[in-house]
């Protein structure tokens, strides 16, 4: 039998980054045969090189006979964990009742797509993970284009500019901070001057915060849950700056205000 798909999945491509992995992948095999006196470095992928911290490879492994099911949300005492890990790093004060757990800040920002109500705007450049996602849930997009002169920053009067031509409804504006690719890191001050805009015209924000531990200058890094609490989805995990990205574990920390 012919198995038929959706059409959404015909307009979705390999991602570069995928294709680029591959692309050494396959290479390094051919290296081995041929035993080439060089090697490649595969930065596509954003994958850490390093090794897992020894503390959280240790404490899998002595976890690992737990198989029972356990709260959907996550386990509490982890829960209160990630909670004291955002206070500790990012002056967070976070109810564990507002954090989720889930297999991944990518499955976690696809279920913040699948079910919050409203366009999403996308900044471009940015992560070229959120345009599969949308496209596979059907939902309406805009991109926001970013100005070289800017540092490919988003500038909040043109941010205001182009919500203004959109529709009144709630929307949903994607945050990646520190940004990919580029880099750049958001100071307090340009965040609270986006929450105004974001306020403004009844836009919730998805911060992507998954490299902010890894920023160059960590001192100058500010969470946008701290700015726009009552209006921001902050997600970060385990992949990056504990090198643990097979370990599919992310957290998102709901808005204030917002838990069951």
Not at 26 to 47: I, V
Not at 96 to 109: D, F
């Amino acid at each position: 039998m012919k198995i038929l798909v959706e059409k959404e999945i015909n307009a979705i491509k390999m991602p570069e980054n995928l294709r680029t992995g591959i692309l050494i992948a396959e290479q390094r095999k051919k290296c081995t045969k041929m035993k080439c006196n060089f090697d490649f470095s595969a930065l596509s992928f954003g994958q850490s090189p390093f090794h897992v911290p020894e503390v959280i490879a240790k404490a899998l492994g002595q976890n690992s006979d737990k198989s029972h099911y356990s709260d959907a949300q996550g386990i509490i005492e982890l829960r209160k964990k990630v909670a004291e890990f955002n206070k500790k790093h990012f002056g967070l004060e976070i109810n564990p009742s507002r954090i989720i757990i889930g297999p991944g800040t990518k499955t976690l920002i696809h279920m913040i797509f699948e079910i919050i109500k409203g366009d999403i705007i996308i900044p471009s450049p940015s992560w070229i993970g959120y345009y599969p996602e949308i496209k596979l849930l059907k939902k309406h997009f805009h991109t926001f284009y970013l100005k070289p002169e800017f540092d490919y920053k988003i500038q909040p009067k043109d941010l205001d500019g182009f919500l203004f031509k959109l529709h009144k409804d709630q929307r949903i504006l994607v945050l990646n901070n520190p940004h990919n690719p580029t880099g750049n890191l958001y100071s307090k001050k340009e965040l609270e001057e986006i929450t105004k805009i974001c306020r403004k015209h009844n836009v919730f924000v998805i911060a992507d915060e998954i490299y902010a531990l890894t920023s160059y200058n960590f001192r100058n890094f500010v969470s946008m849950g701290k700015i726009y609490p009552e209006g921001t989805f902050v997600t970060n995990g385990l992949s990056k700056d504990r090198s643990a990205g097979g370990y599919r574990l992310g957290h998102c920390i709901l808005p204030k205000n917002c838990s069951k």
